[in-house]
């Protein structure tokens, strides 16, 4: 099984591929989609669409696990962040992928026990699940690889 993970967000969207077999994760890819702040916000959601869109066609992945939009402050911020999740689930759609959404409190809790994980902690079991020798950069590639780690750990259940 193939894991495309997303981190949302209009600057920069965090993604990571995972391809599990016998219930062991392994690095496909990842790294994040960047976009120009003072661009308007058309362009850089079409810039989100094209990458990605190109990004599921090279990695084929069968499953986009997302994580789901968590806001309390920032009224901009999570609109901005909640066109990013929209044009991600559209991709999602339009490939065929199967869909799942996780708050970040299942993401830290599937990962480390514990819903209350620091970014630190998160980026440490991220290398550790993975095997990496170092931790996935930017948090947003790390936080997109827990998203994908959290399916195949919860999909076990279903």
Not at 47 to 54: K, V
Not at 75 to 90: E, I, P, Y
């Amino acid at each position: 099984m193939r894991i495309l993970g997303i981190d949302p967000g209009t600057g920069i969207l965090g993604f990571g591929i995972i391809e599990v077999n016998s219930g062991k994760p392994q690095l496909v890819d990842a790294g994040v989609i960047r976009t120009p702040v003072k661009q308007d916000d058309a362009i850089r959601l079409a810039t989100i669409y094209e990458e990605l869109t190109d990004i599921i066609v090279q990695t084929k992945p069968q499953i986009m696990s997302v994580e789901k939009l968590f806001f309390a402050q920032n009224v901009t911020t999570a609109m901005s962040v909640a066109q990013a999740r929209g044009v991600v689930l559209l991709c999602g759609q339009q490939a065929g992928l199967q869909l799942f959404e996780y708050t970040p409190l299942q993401i830290k809790q599937a990962l480390t026990g514990y819903g209350r994980a620091d970014k630190k902690q998160m980026q440490e079991m991220v290398r550790v699940i993975l095997g990496l020798k170092e931790q996935p950069k930017p948090d947003d590639c790390a936080d997109a690889l827990a998203a994908a780690i959290c399916h195949s750990m919860t999909a076990r259940f279903d």
